[in-house]
């Protein structure tokens, strides 16, 4: 068994920006919330081509995640979108319950995973939210909540953010887009 890789460094960056600027990184720009339909059913094939890579399982540098790990993170965060969506719509204003990437990666052991397994548990994983997001009403995607550190999201905002997740770690992978229809 590979030992415990080192743990790149803290993300300190304020990704929340990124709703309404956009990202200069991995060239998401913000779009209508609904779209993320889409973009979550697009991003199954593309992770699933960049798990089928030879250096699925290489780290470019000793800090940087594998093309691997960054799908078992997106896979666990995609998981998260939904239940932050379901809660949202369940729950009056809920607080979303702290999700440490770098914690969940060292307790799931990432770098020791299948890359066939994670392509098909991606797969899975982007369905189930994408089925969450597709049966929400208008009024729904307007529901509020908010993160444990106070900041404010809607079923919508919280959508936009997850969808820039998408793209800027396929980059992180250097996976390429799938065209969304
Ligand atoms: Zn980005």
Known sequence: MTPV????PPDTRDWLVVLEQGCDECGWSPHPAAESVQRLRAAA???TAVLARDDAR??????TWSPLEYACHLRD???VWEERTRAMVA?????????DGDATAIARQYWNASPAAVADEFAVATAE???VLEGLSAEEWERPGRRGDGAPFTVSSLALYFSHELTHHLRDANGCPTVAS
């Open 77 to 79: 965060v995609v998981t």
């Open 58 to 63: 290489h780290r470019p540098a000793e800090t």
């Open 91 to 99: 729950e009056d204003d809920p607080v979303f319950s702290n999700f």
């Open 129 to 131: 939210t994408a089925g």
């Open 45 to 47: 094939p593309a992770w």
């Open 5 to 8: 890789p080192a743990t790149p």
